[in-house]
């Protein structure tokens, strides 16, 4: 019964270490990486064939209108020269459109090299997991039969807690690669509008909500490194302070301050890009 109570905990803490490890991996990733890049390239391709035509079909509106609005001003005329200079106005439009795709992975993989280099400068430090354990243990085992039974199961929830815990930390950090993913999918659509002066805020809005995302990495890539340091200073502070199933039940605690934390993060980086 003791071996089971001590795999129990190692399954305990190994979870907690794999929250920050796996956590920090999947920021890292871009959703060429995540998704595979034969997969990724195709997906694009399929995108492109679809939402690129419609993107254009904005743009050749939008200059329509513009052109519209240049031959009411002139009073039905309209100088040859005038109208050169308004066409040639949507070529850089045009390109910047064709060429969205690319655009937004040279942003990508900037914004992950920067953050690429804050992991490295941010030392995480896993769980003592055999520390922990032998200083637990002895606070669950019993002389008897039944008070073993107890302890397991008590300790059986918790451990399915902190497995669940895991989950929710592992579901809103590829939520937001998720997020990226879509937003690059249609980027074309938005960054057609912005040569509209009327309907140039959906083209600003859209790209305030891509760097919002962005801007996210870094604020959990804060939010797992404040984790970490609760969890160590915790641990320094266990000896003398809670025992037992107190001292897991606090570490489950930890667990939904770290993934509430991750999950806000979305919110606050669209605050600070002002996207609400």
Known sequence: MEDFLRSLLQRFF?????????AQNNILQTPETFFGHDKWTALLQICASAIMPLAL?????????DLYHLYDKNNGSLDIEVFTMEIVKFIIPFLLISN?????????KL???SLQSMSNLMQYSPAQMSLQIDKILPQLTSPNIFGQIGCLLEL??????MHILGMMIYVIIVARLFEIAMLWLISPI????????????????FYKQFFAVLLQGFLMMICLYLFNIL?????????????GLRTLWAYIAMG?????????????AKRIINTF
């Open 111 to 113: 914004v992950n090299s």
């Open 14 to 22: 190994s979870v907690m270490n794999w929250q920050l490890q796996d």
């Open 100 to 108: 969205t795709y690319g655009l937004l992975d040279a942003i990508t």
């Open 256 to 268: 939904n301050i770290g993934a509430f934390s991750l999950f806000k993060t979305g919110s606050l």
């Open 190 to 205: 938005p960054t057609a509008f912005m040569v509209d002066a009327n309907e140039r805020q959906i083209g600003t809005a």
């Open 156 to 161: 059986l929830p918790l451990t399915i807690l």
């Open 57 to 65: 079909t904005i743009l050749g509106f939008c200059i329509a209108v």
């Open 231 to 243: 969890i160590t200073n915790f641990m320094e502070r266990t000896a003398s302070g809670l025992t």
